[in-house]
């Protein structure tokens, strides 16, 4: 499209994760200027951090990047920044020191954790979103195992050898699997003073299941496996509390008390600070969470050119609940048949090509 009397059309990209590099990858066969901007240079692979957080993988293992994974789109360029605010009037983006312009805008800037108002338990209930998120929980894992290695008392011995995982999410669900798995098999034969298999561990879920977004009999089957492995769920159970290593758990009218030293907090997500930005220089709708209501193609009501893709947005067009965060459920098509295609720089319809959608909501 771009010509001497066109300039190229000027794509910026906020965020590197799944939809920020997928789109980044679709618009770099193209003619478009892209640029893509996140707070680093690297993209992480997020549903294998559990398994850095359980000493399974390195984070060397799941973490590529950017610039080495888009090298062969000329027109891509990658910067490593953070975007503090935009200007939808100007169609600008300002970054700490210099703004960027642009003709089309995406962001896709993700969650991160949710304490529902409870902050000061993060110190204690760390969540797992990041590189270091995991490295601080493999720490904590393997600390507490050998912390009870040499504990006398058999009281704290059983504290640190209880593991407490707030959140039957996917992330709660793999994160009690893996540490179950360390307890009952990998580490077994390794310690003289503990028995590991004497290990504890609890999956605490507010609903009536585990894995709620799911179908209910895809539910009882994840329950049924992590009961093998020998997870105890607790399903219906609110938590209440967490201090001086207890966690106090509501559960109907009943109270319990259970002394743990590591508790790991997957039980939400509350969206980037990004979804704040765009109801203020916007209008956007936000969801109780600060995920941003989009339209069918994706866009900000009022705003065609700005596009909100992956986890910061609530996509609610196909029966009134939002799509669930994860790649299986993104929808084919928007404007005809999932055969169909739509080059949108071509104008053949107003919105991002179709493949470009399927990875943008996933």
Known sequence: MANQTQPAHRV?????GFGGLYAAKELGKSEAHVTLIDKRNFHLFQPLLYQVATGTLSPADISSP?????????NVKVLMDEVSDIDPAQQRVMLRNRQIDYDTLIVATGVSHHYF?????????????????????RRRIFVAFEAAEKETDPAKRQAWLTFVIVGGGPTGVELAGAIAELAFNTLKSDFRNIDTTETKILLIEGLDRVLPPYPPELSEKAAQALARLGVTVQTQSLVTNIDNHIVTVKRGNEMQQIPAR????????????????????????????GRVMVEPDLSIPGHPNIFVVGDLAHFAHQ?????????????????????QTCNWFTRCCDHLTIDLIKIAVA
């Open 262 to 289: 590591t508790i790991l907090w997957a039980a939400g997500v509350k969206a980037s600070t990004m979804g704040k930005v765009l109801e203020q220089r916007t209008g956007a709708e936000l969801d109780r969470v």
């Open 66 to 74: 950017l610039r080495g994974i888009l090298s062969r789109y000329r």
């Open 319 to 339: 029966g009134g609940q939002p799509l669930p965060g994860v790649a299986p459920v993104a929808p084919t098509s928007f404007c005809g048949s999932p055969s």
């Open 12 to 16: 910026v990209i906020v965020g590197g």
């Open 117 to 137: 108002g409870n902050d000061h338990w993060k110190p204690t209930a760390p969540g797992l979103k990041t590189v270091e998120d995991a490295l601080e929980m």
